[in-house]
């Protein structure tokens, strides 16, 4: 009878065996998946140094209002001419003032970078209502709008505000560029 138990069993023990082995196989496989997985993973991370920061657009402030416009070079222009691209538009208090200095530092670093953007004079003095937190700024000739392709006010910044307000301007054009949208 003792033989005859043991006959039985050793059947059932290679069950175990079968099924131990084939649970073992798909374990080494799952985590062999895993460490592919995390590989690719990992390559495509950023480096250890770079900013975990979300980019997020710049806030739409609204339209562009018609305005009384002039280029850099004094020739007017109309509100429909800036459509399509993007725009730095400095209230001045004088009609004939030039554009602030760093504008065109501005420019040309986000041109370097492929962000080409123009810079347009607006007189002060325009009756259009803006909105009234920035009614001071332009009173003052330190208002300073960049507007989007889409003729909409993107950013508001004080001119005065140096060295913060060049960084600021770029950083936001450069993400009208590239950011995905909201």
């Not at 495509?44 to 402030?61: C, D, F, G, Q, S």
């Not at 910044?157 to 950011?179: G, H, K």
């Amino acid at each position: 009878m003792s033989a005859l138990s043991s006959s039985s069993a050793q059947p059932r023990s290679w069950v175990f065996v079968v099924l131990g082995a084939a649970g073992l196989t798909v374990s080494a496989l799952a985590c062999a998946a895993l460490v592919l997985v995390l590989d690719f993973v990992w390559s495509k991370a950023p480096p250890p140094n770079a900013a975990w920061e979300l980019e997020v657009p710049p806030p739409v402030y609204g339209p562009l209002p018609a305005l009384t416009l002039r280029d850099a070079r004094g020739q007017p222009l109309e509100t429909g001419q800036l459509q399509g691209q993007l725009t730095l538009l400095q209230f001045a208090v004088e009609a004939d003032a030039p554009p602030l200095p760093f504008l065109r530092q501005v420019q040309e670093r986000l041109e370097a970078d492929g962000v080409p953007v123009q810079v347009v004079i607006a007189s002060s003095r325009d009756s259009t209502v803006l909105h009234p937190d920035w009614q001071p700024l332009r009173d003052s000739g330190r208002l300073l709008l960049l507007v989007d392709q889409r003729l909409q006010v993107r950013g508001v910044y004080d001119a005065n505000q140096t060295p913060s307000t060049p960084e600021r301007v770029i950083t936001d054009a450069r993400c009208l560029r590239s950011c995905p949208p909201l």
